[in-house]
């Protein structure tokens, strides 16, 4: 008899899981699959382009119940599991008990909502599923309407430009000194500053949000300062937190996220977590790449072949149409760093590559990403640039031409 898989979260990671799973052991489980979102699974990050008109939602699913049914895989979309019971080996959903032997946690993050006064009222939303989106768009179709995203960060700003670009008047709030400070360096941001100006919306650094005031619906945000801002939409891009719950009620061993070893096993030997609701090493990721490794592990570990979870240095891409920016690494570097900056303002062109002795240790572009990928190869490598590093940052072309 077939040993019974049951997974909780029809997101990227386990999608990405069951992929792999059904290449390397199609037979192996009788596998169910639990999603709180009331349909199939989408690529999440595409979100933005769906805000912004770019795509459609059919466009971006890439498990639809066709899918699922072709590797006889039950689907039970819009159905959360409530509790997980380790002493009986099942799940509790809206639907009743269903028994496993091997589980899978792959419940992603939830959004982080600033606990100020407010933060219920209807107009005020996160961004993270497609339900967000069409609240959204339901508030863009209004004329004139006004929005206010909290967050510089890479959602907040993929928010921003797409409600600008459904015709919404956007004002973008960010409580550091710059944008996306966690990839970019002051410069940089400033001109992901400027270009968002440019495209008329208004960006304030250094807002510390107070309140979000109106009666059942958001009327205006308060700055601690005193400004107000009217608002139709608030929009809140201020971080996530690994969804956890249902491993912390059944007791596995949970920090920021639930904790798992190199085969994405964790305290419990028949239970596994991938996606950003994991926790390995310290950390939790926020960003597919990682999730992905960490997906093909947990399907070859559930097919009993020997694999472990080595996260690699990844790039950070902003997706907003005509803006290009490219992070990766030690961006910063420190006292033992060296770093080589290349500037052209008239062409909005930013370059900062951070050396380590004779290694990129990082690097920040802006406004000209071909060479982000090269670079990233590099940060990984961790090889010596000395033959290329006088031209480095003019890109692959010309520094390789010139060392040969
Ligand atoms: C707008 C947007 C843009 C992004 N852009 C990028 C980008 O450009 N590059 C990048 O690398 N990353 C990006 N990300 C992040 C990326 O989408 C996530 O890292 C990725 O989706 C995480 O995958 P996951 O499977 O862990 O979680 P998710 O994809 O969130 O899937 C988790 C699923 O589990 C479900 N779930 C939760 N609890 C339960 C429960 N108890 N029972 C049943 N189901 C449950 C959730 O509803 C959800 O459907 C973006 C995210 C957003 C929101």
Not at 285 to 294: A, I, K, S
Not at 309 to 325: D, E, W
Request: charged share 25%; glycine share 10%; hydrophobic share 45%.
């Amino acid at each position: 008899m077939k040993q019974r898989l049951v997974i909780v979260g029809s997101g990227m990671a386990s999608g990405r899981m069951l992929e792999h799973l059904c290449a390397d052991a199609p037979d192996l489980f009788d596998i169910t699959l639990f999603g709180a979102e009331p349909h199939g699974n989408y690529n999440r990050i595409m979100l933005s382009p769906v805000l912004a008109g770019e795509e459609t939602f059919g466009e971006i699913v890439t498990h639809d119940a066709a899918w699922y049914a072709a590797r006889n895989i039950s689907f039970r979309f819009g159905e959360a599991v409530t509790k997980i019971d380790r002493e009986r080996k099942v799940i509790v959903s809206r639907n009743g008990e269903t028994a496993y032997d091997k589980l899978v946690i792959a419940t992603g993050s939830a959004p982080f909502i600033l606990p100020v006064a407010g933060k219920d009222l209807r107009g005020v939303v996160a961004f993270r599923d497609l339900d967000d989106v069409e609240t959204m768009l339901t508030a863009a179709a209004k004329p004139d309407a006004k929005a206010v995203v909290i967050g510089g960060g890479l959602l907040g700003l993929e928010a921003a430009a797409a409600l600008k670009k459904r015709g919404m008047d956007v004002v973008l709030l960010h409580l550091m000194d710059h944008l996306m400070e966690l990839q970019l360096d002051p410069p940089a941001a400033r001109l992901l500053q400027n270009e968002l100006e440019g495209r008329g919306i208004r960006v304030r650094c250094r807002a510390e949000t107070k309140a979000l005031l109106g009666h059942k619906r958001i009327e205006a945000v308060l700055l601690d300062d005193g400004t107000i801002y009217p608002a139709d939409l608030v929009v809140m891009a201020a971080g996530i937190r690994p969804e956890t719950r249902i491993a912390t009620d059944a007791g596995l061993h949970v920090e920021r996220g639930v904790l798992v070893d190199d085969r994405m096993q964790t305290s419990d030997s028949d239970i596994f977590a991938v996606g950003e609701c994991a926790e390995h090493d310290s950390r939790c990721y926020g960003f597919v790449e990682p999730l992905y490794e960490m997906a093909a592990v947990a399907a070859q570990s559930l097919a009993g072949i020997e694999a472990r979870f080595r996260p690699l240095k990844f790039a950070t891409n902003l997706k907003v149409t005509g803006v290009h920016v490219f992070s990766a690494g030690d961006f910063m570097g420190g006292t033992d760093c060296e770093r080589i900056l290349y500037s052209d303002p008239s062409l909005g062109v930013y370059k900062k590559l951070v050396l380590r002795g004779d290694k990129l240790a990082g690097a920040v572009l802006f406004g000209d990403t071909a060479d982000g990928q090269w670079y990233l190869e590099l940060i990984r490598a961790q090889t010596s640039v000395a033959a290329t590093r006088n031209n480095l940052a003019f890109g692959r072309a010309l520094a390789m031409r010139k060392a040969a």
